[in-house]
């Protein structure tokens, strides 16, 4: 069996070995001659998987090592009968990091205290849903949009015109569509981002297009009220260099990036090739995960809450270093730039996630306590 990898996806030779070869090629290099006599190919988002690369392959399995499946032509795979499988929720937590890890950032800079604010998340899949629990464990005010999971489960969900006219904070966590009854293509557009309360953030994390680059970066220009975090982007590799000076955080698409998350991303799709196979999982992600550098933290019952918060989410991930890493790189332009763009995402250190972290609360501190539930951390 013939193998073709990203060879950015983790642990390859760990979970893919058994299996037979395997060759590693350069995502967005992946092209019809690559996968001409692959039976299955493994990929990442910067892949667009389509009829024009498959047809005509031996492929019959195709495995995203991400949340997201708006890089696959699902129609096509279904047609030539190709199985696939994505990797949902793989990467939630380490986002949420990012999220929480940006707040910290913004009410620093504004001078705010988050438990004054309403917060909006629109999309409340496996990203979106794991962030409302941490906020509302929090015990911040959120508001919460995603119409098709609301025609599915009632509940209760509000408008988005609702999340624009309250929320101080809208974090963004919907799937990429266009051809949908409700696509989320420039969901926020021109009209809607100039619709934003006084002084709201906006934060992107799920795919870029699902916010209007052009209409972003004149919006801010003209309205300094506002503030922009954005991890994700129209055209990438391709960055607008101008959009992204204008951001309080930017960063090249690694808000998941912690590596709890690619790992368990390459695990999820090695259980869905065992299971394609009819074969056994034999291989564990536990055995291989390297334990987390900083493993326990202590807190005293005196430690105030806000402190402690700061003290938790930044100890395990602080996305202040992604964002001067990517503002260097952004001194050349066009080609370079791109390069650039791929190598920081290829070289990302290591980097762990909250929920992994051990917290010792010297004391009795019900404010504490909740915080340390609230992240997902673990209480000793």
């Not at 791109?338 to 404010?367: N, Q």
Request: hydrophobic fraction near 40%; glycine fraction near 8%.
């Amino acid at each position: 069996m013939l193998i073709v990898a990203d060879e950015n996806i983790p642990l390859l030779d760990a979970f893919f070995q058994g299996f037979g070869e395997i060759r590693r090629v350069p995502g967005r290099s992946i092209d019809r001659a690559t996968v001409e006599q692959a039976d299955v190919l493994l990929v990442r988002s910067v892949t667009n998987v389509s009829r024009a690369l498959l047809e005509d392959s031996k492929v019959r399995f195709v495995g995203t090592c991400t949340i997201g499946t708006d890089h696959l032509d699902l129609d096509y795979f279904q047609q030539a009968g190709i199985t696939w499988s994505s990797a949902p929720g793989c990467n939630a937590r380490g986002v949420v990091d990012y999220v929480l890890g940006s707040l910290l950032t913004l009410a620093e800079i504004e001078g705010v205290t988050l438990t004054e604010r309403t917060y909006g998340v629109v999309g409340a899949g496996e990203v979106g849903g794991r962030l409302v629990k941490v906020l509302k464990g929090l015990g911040w005010n959120v508001l919460v949009c995603d119409p098709p999971r609301q025609a599915v489960e009632g509940g209760d969900y509000v408008s988005l015109e609702q999340i624009v006219a309250q929320c101080d904070v809208i974090s963004l966590h919907t799937p990429l569509t266009r051809n949908t009854e409700q696509p989320t293509w420039h969901l926020f557009d021109e009209q809607r981002l100039r619709q934003l309360k006084p002084g709201a953030w906006l934060i992107n994390a799920s795919r870029g297009p699902v916010v209007d680059n052009n209409a972003l970066r004149e919006v801010l220009l003209e309205r300094e009220d506002l503030q922009a975090v954005l991890d994700v982007w129209e055209g990438e590799p391709s960055v607008d260099i101008a959009l992204a000076e204008l951001c309080v955080i930017a960063t090249p698409h690694i808000a998941g990036y912690s590596l709890d998350g690619k790992q368990r991303g390459t695990a999820q799709i090695y259980q869905a090739l065992c299971q394609f196979l009819g074969q056994p999982a034999t291989v564990s992600l536990d055995d291989l995960l390297p334990a987390p550098w900083l493993a326990q933290v202590g807190l005293n019952a005196s430690s105030d809450p806000a402190w402690a918060l700061a003290m938790l989410c930044r100890g395990v991930y602080d996305p202040r270093r992604d964002d001067a890493d990517f503002r260097r790189s952004l001194v050349v332009s066009g080609a370079e730039q791109r390069m650039a763009f791929d190598l920081l995402r290829k070289h990302y250190p290591e980097r762990r996630e909250i929920d992994g972290l051990k917290v010792r609360i010297e004391g009795d501190s019900p404010a504490l306590r909740q915080i340390v539930t609230a992240l997902g951390a673990q209480a000793v």
